[in-house]
């Protein structure tokens, strides 16, 4: 179909399908864990799942690629070199201030 224009126009229909209600299936039975009352088997249970929970999120990272690595680490030493030329000017302007203002 052509508008006035020239140019195509693709019209799009809704469907008229109904959708299924999805059956419910009965609630799985969830083992309860016994709590253990030793405070070293304590520890040891909050360790690992400290550790469990770190690993978890850490394969959830987008890690960067090794050429972004090396572009944002250069980055980071241009940045501290700029920053460290700066307060030594810094310096040397004080030290000079200072000296003008003793004698």
């Known amino acids: 179909m052509a508008s006035k224009s020239g140019e195509k126009v693709t019209r799009i229909t809704a469907k008229t399908t109904t959708v299924r209600k999805v059956s419910r299936k009965s609630p799985k039975v969830v083992k309860v864990h016994k709590e253990p009352t030793n405070p070293i088997i304590k520890t040891l249970f909050a360790v690992g799942g400290y550790f469990?929970?770190?690993?978890?999120e850490l394969r959830l990272v987008r890690w960067p690629t090794r050429r972004a690595t090396?572009?944002?680490?250069?980055?980071v030493i241009l940045f501290s070199a700029f920053f460290v030329v700066i307060i030594l000017l810094l310096d040397i302007l004080f030290k000079y201030l200072f000296e003008i203002i003793l004698k």
């Open 52 to 56: 469990k929970g770190a690993w978890t």
């Open 70 to 75: 090396w572009g944002l680490t250069f980055a």
